[in-house]
């Protein structure tokens, strides 16, 4: 059975950082790309960032670009996001997904979703 698990969200003040990370099982990691999308109140999910299986290519959205960091270790099946200088536009539901598709950051190329960690940035 296929799981991911994100962890790593909470409260932060604007200006701070959260590392999210997403455990996974139940697949061959390594095949697959990872993207991190994300949720706000009343909008749809956006795909925030996302990294080929070695780690060859990654992309970001440009309201992420230069703040986020997007990495996975193969051998622990995990991917993280590392978001500094967070903004309370940053809040949402983040997700981690795998994709043995195209690389991109459209969620309908992705095969498998967490559940969600919440990130909440305050003012």
């Known amino acids: 059975e296929v799981h991911l698990v994100e962890s790593g969200g909470g409260l932060v003040q604007a200006g701070g950082s959260l590392r999210l990370s997403c455990a996974t099982s139940?697949?061959?990691?390594?095949?697959?790309?990872i993207g991190w999308f994300r949720q706000a109140p009343g909008k749809e999910r956006e795909g925030v960032s996302c990294i080929s299986n070695t780690e060859g290519e990654s992309f970001y959205v440009d309201s992420v670009k230069g703040r986020f960091t997007i990495s996975r270790d193969n051998v622990k099946n995990t991917a993280y996001l590392q978001m500094n200088s967070l903004n309370p536009e940053d809040t949402g539901v983040y997700y981690c997904?795998?994709?043995?598709?195209?690389?991109?950051?459209?969620?309908?190329?992705?095969?498998?979703w967490g559940q969600g960690t919440q990130v909440t940035v305050s003012s």
């Open positions: 997904a795998a994709t043995i598709k195209n690389l991109g950051l459209s969620s309908d190329e992705y095969d498998y």
């Open positions: 139940g697949f061959t990691f390594h095949d697959y790309a």
